[in-house]
């Protein structure tokens, strides 16, 4: 099957979404190949940056599942290639 390379940016404004979205993370664990999360205190927020290669379908299941969370804004940024 044909992956593409793809970022999901993602902004945590509800704290305790973080448990949830951990989570999604794991289970796609499998894909993902950087991760990088930085807790913004003064804003009260957490970034996180995910770096996958993947079908796009999983792709977009992830960024899908991660914006449903309440709280929680996800964006896909995808690979030409």
Known sequence: METRIA????IIENIEATDTVNHLLHDY???????MGIPYRDRNVNIISI?????NDVINNLAGKIGR????TAKTIYSRV
């Open 7 to 10: 970022i999901i940016g993602i």
């Open 29 to 35: 664990a499998s894909y993902i190949i950087g991760r």
């Open 51 to 55: 770096v996958l290669d993947a079908p």
């Open 69 to 72: 969370v309440e709280g929680v």
